[in-house]
């Protein structure tokens, strides 16, 4: 083991974070530490119990984030026997966009008794959806003013990303905007903590910050055209951008001391989850589109040219993989979509049958779900629980089902549900192909993709195509990892690159998902009816969802 080096990875999810421990030349994960955050997702009250948050909200508190790297680290070198001077490089990977106002210091607002009670003060989790009204106003005046940048993110600005979040800060909280020294991503906010340097990443600026290799930021006069308090956001409150792949700096006396490495081990650039489970997969060229799937769903694929296509939620010059362009798509409600049902909607009759026979719910809803001919339940929905990212980029949005009988039984729902949400990534590869963005192969990765046999033969039929599955149960840890070994640098035992980091450490199963003919001919006709109901809905014919928030809103 002496002769062995080590890379670390540290997946920061929605509810947890986790620290994965890697072989450096052969990829194999030798140990593996989650920590659930403790405050959780915050989207009803502030930890105080009192100030309550309006709907929409999705907050969570930094002092998780410490806590995963204090209490992951330590596990991982504990059960692996490996010693930190083995570890040449570590790397961590985010949500996004998941942001929050800091002091001067680097410190986060929310840790002052001062603004504590502030909601605004705290991190704004990927899918804190408050902004709305704010991305609204800036997709009109993007519009109006013909800004060039909006059609490298497909057309609109989510509510999810960066500017719009910043604004309703400023909106609804101008002391909390005055304030922030600087707004910055918690992927970057944790690499500052653990290597007293403030650099930016160039994959959570380039899809949610509206920031672009060749164009920079959006231009002064255009955040003034927003409001005029926002004409030096740039400036005042941002910072520089620095490309992925490299290296971010290296651990400080006090950061080892939190997460027993040594000091001076190197620390890569920060990346999104998503975006860092690309080589991990062993994607390092066009064509082929990795699903990452676990609470929301992330397509990305690798591009030779700049293609704008409608809902997409970016292209980035060098935004996955150095040398190419990087594209992402998405959708807000996959797993969350799920477990709402299974939560809200599953009789005691099956809570009861599960418990004795000692299996999960979900397993007895496959199980049950998996006897159904494709087609059987008569029913098909829209998997917009959480709003539409892609094609459609509107949380206002809200969901359907459509077909329910008296006769219809929770797992023809539940079936219903997932074949939604296998819908919704037909639109998305349809729509990057007919914009001249090819896609050959299907890629997967997440807990859904590992463990949901039903639910992916379901997407190799809805999409009719072979669908490939990550060999690894962590897959932006792996990622992270690798690009904490390309960090190091191979002089220290590591790569020079990604793709030959990619071509020693990435891995997918032998097994694979194939088409079945039969199955491919129903859901064909049963995606025509999802597709028709999607533009009704989601393309302004009938704008009944948002009507149903407004009145919900007035109550």
């Not at 790397?91 to 929310?110: E, S, Y």
């Not at 109006?144 to 909280?173: C, H, M, T, V």
């Not at 997967?444 to 690894?472: C, F, H, P, W």
Request: some cysteine; glycine content about 8%.
């Amino acid at each position: 083991m002496a002769n062995r080096k080590y890379s670390l990875g540290v997946d920061y999810g929605t509810q947890s974070g986790r620290a994965v421990l890697v072989e450096v030349d052969t990829g194999r994960e030798v140990a593996t530490a989650v920590k659930i955050y403790t405050h959780g997702v915050m989207d009803e009250y502030l930890p105080d119990g009192v100030t309550k948050l309006e709907p929409d909200w999705a907050l969570e508190h930094p002092r998780d984030y410490l806590e995963v790297l204090e209490t992951t680290i330590p596990a991982v070198l504990k059960e692996s026997g490996v010693s930190p001077e083995d570890v040449i490089g570590m790397a961590i990977d985010f949500t996004a966009c998941t942001m929050l106002p800091m002091d001067k210091n680097g410190m986060p607002l929310c840790f002052d008794d001062q603004y504590k009670s502030n909601p605004h003060s705290y991190v704004k989790l990927w899918k804190h959806h408050a902004a709305q009204d704010e991305a609204n106003r800036l997709n009109a005046i993007a519009q109006a003013r013909n800004e060039e940048f909006l059609q490298l993110y497909g057309g609109k600005i989510s509510s999810e990303w960066l500017i719009p979040k910043i604004w309703q800060i400023l909106d609804e909280a101008p002391e909390i905007y005055t304030a922030a020294d600087r707004f910055m991503e918690a992927a970057d906010w944790v690499n500052l903590q653990l290597t007293g340097e403030e650099k930016r990443n160039s994959c959570t600026a380039g899809y949610k910050a509206m920031w672009n290799k060749r164009l920079g930021y959006p231009s002064k006069s255009f955040l003034k055209a927003l409001d005029p308090r926002l004409e030096n956001l740039v400036e005042d409150k941002l910072g520089d951008i620095y490309p992925l792949g490299g290296k971010a700096g290296e651990l400080t006396e006090k950061a080892a001391r939190l997460t027993g490495l040594k000091p001076g081990t190197a620390v890569a650039i920060a990346n999104v989850d998503a975006h860092v489970a690309v080589p991990a997969v062993g994607i390092t060229e066009p064509g082929k589109m990795l699903m990452i799937m676990g609470t929301s769903t992330c397509h990305m694929m690798l591009g030779t040219e700049e293609k704008k296509v409608p809902g997409m939620c970016g292209v980035v010059e060098d935004g996955i993989i150095p040398g190419y362009l990087g594209y992402e798509a998405g959708q807000s409600c996959v797993g969350d979509h799920f477990e709402w049902f299974v939560d809200n909607c599953v009789p005691s009759s099956y809570t009861r049958e599960a418990e004795s026979r000692n299996i999960n719910i979900h397993k007895l809803l496959r199980e049950k779900a998996s006897a159904l001919k494709v087609g059987e339940s008569g029913l098909v929905a829209l998997d917009w629980w959480n709003g539409n990212r892609s094609v459609l980029v509107d949380a206002d949005l809200t969901g359907v089902i459509l077909g329910c009988t008296l006769l219809t039984k929770p797992e023809e729902i539940y079936r219903a549900l997932i074949e939604a949400t296998a819908y919704g990534t037909r639109m998305i590869v349809e729509t990057f192909r007919n914009n001249g963005v090819p896609i050959s192969q299907l890629f997967a990765a997440g807990g859904i993709a590992e463990k949901d046999e039903m639910l992916m033969q379901i997407y190799s039929d809805v999409t009719n195509m072979e669908i490939r599955i990550s060999a690894s149960a962590q897959t932006p840890g792996l990622g992270s990892a690798m690009f904490g070994a390309v960090a190091a640098g191979k002089a220290r035992g590591g790569y020079d690159s990604i793709v030959d980091a990619a071509k020693a450490m990435s891995k997918i199963k032998d097994k694979y998902y194939k088409p079945i003919p039969a199955n491919v001919a129903v859901y064909d006709k049963l995606y025509a009816e999802y597709r028709e109901l999607h533009d009704y809905f989601g393309r302004g014919e009938n704008n009944v969802m948002k009507r149903l928030k407004e009145i919900k809103k007035s109550i």
